[in-house]
């Protein structure tokens, strides 16, 4: 690999004058300009990218810690944030924990190792020896994603509370009285917080939920198929079921097929998220929208903003949820 002395040997110059030339940091005169860049496209240079982190002591890269890239609503929000680090010219490193908390630990220690700038990190769980880890880096820019507000983050998500409203009214709105809710973790504070808004609409209308249709996922395909199959063998089957997310509703599909019972004829679905596939079921999936791409790509733009101009970082955004109307509700 060609040095930045093989460069300014071709070129006739000096050292300094190439690496003012490639990092554009004063001016060059047009034809000694012309005889470097010349020089660097023969030689085919890279700038050393651990030199201008160490000389700047930024490494433009982005941390990002995730639960499982591969939920395909996680999917979106990580191409949001590679599009907000690819605009600005920032590199991402991405850690798949599987919520695990030695790996989550691990993954954070390894990122710091490689000199990150800035942190995203979106997991269901966190455990203490992972929080006290996060809290010790209260100088490292972070963001949190489907967060509570923690000391000096910026926690993003949307508005679960009133996603879970939403989802509720809609029921209601189509005459539904008897419902199920297929839910995240108890303490996932967004499931939390559907379930709050969620309660908060039926009561409105003189409503209330049967402990008995409430049942306990973990947010996968495979969770709501097994909380929808233990919910149809405990009780009557309900009229609809709102799933906490779209991962559980497609789970739910298949356990209402199993029962021979027909979508939205029999039992109505929502789901939550509106992920791409959702509008592909048979039938559509009525769902709660939730964007998860513009999270990303605001996750990262702030953080970038942070560091390249020192623009302040919120304690909290909430982004408005949207009902998306489709076939599976009747």
């Known amino acids: 690999m060609a040095s930045i ?50 000389k700047s002591k930024r490494t433009r890269t982005l941390g990002m810690l995730v639960t499982s890239s591969t939920n395909p609503f996680f999917a979106e929000i990580i191409s949001g944030v590679e599009e907000g680090c690819f605009q600005a010219g920032y590199s991402l490193i991405l850690c798949n924990s599987g919520d695990q908390p030695g790996r989550q630990l691990t993954y954070l220690q390894t990122l710091m190792q490689k000199r990150i700038d800035a942190l995203v990190v979106m997991t269901v769980n966190r455990d203490e020896d992972f929080q006290a880890e996060l809290d010790r880096l209260s100088s490292l820019p972070r963001a949190m994603l489907d967060s509570e507000p923690m000391p000096n983050v910026c926690a993003i998500g949307d508005d679960s509370i009133r996603g879970g409203k939403l989802a509720g009214e809609a029921l209601v709105a189509h005459g539904h009285s008897r ?98 596939i959702a509008s592909y079921l048979y039938p559509a999936l009525t769902t709660i929208r939730q964007p998860g791409f513009g999270l990303g790509l605001e996750a990262a733009e702030l953080l970038i903003g942070h560091l390249e101009r020192g623009d302040e970082l919120p304690a909290l955004i909430r982004k408005p949820p949207e009902l998306i109307n489709r076939d599976s509700l009747h």
């Not at 070129?11 to 047009?30: D, E, I, L, Q, W």
């Not at 860049?37 to 023969?42: F, G, L, P, S």
């Not at 209402?256 to 939205?264: Q, T």
């Open 5 to 54: 002395k093989d460069v300014a040997k071709t070129a006739g110059v000096s050292v300094s004058t190439v690496s003012h030339v490639v990092n554009k940091t004063r001016y060059v005169a047009p034809h000694t300009r012309a005889a470097v860049e010349k020089a660097v496209a023969e030689h085919a240079y890279q700038p050393s990218f651990l030199a201008r982190a160490l």
């Open 179 to 276: 419902i199920g809710c297929l839910t995240g973790p108890i303490n996932h504070a967004r499931s939390a917080d559907r379930l709050d808004g969620f309660s908060q609409a039926l009561d409105a209308a003189g409503l209330s939920l049967d402990p008995e249709l409430v049942i306990t996922g973990d947010l996968s395909a495979r969770g709501g198929h097994e909380a929808m199959t233990q919910m149809l063998e405990r009780t009557s089957p309900p009229t609809a079921v709102f799933a906490f997310n779209d991962l559980m509703a497609m789970g739910a599909y298949r356990a209402i097929a199993e029962r021979g019972l027909r979508i939205p004829e029999d039992i109505s679905v929502i789901g939550y998220d509106d992920v791409e």
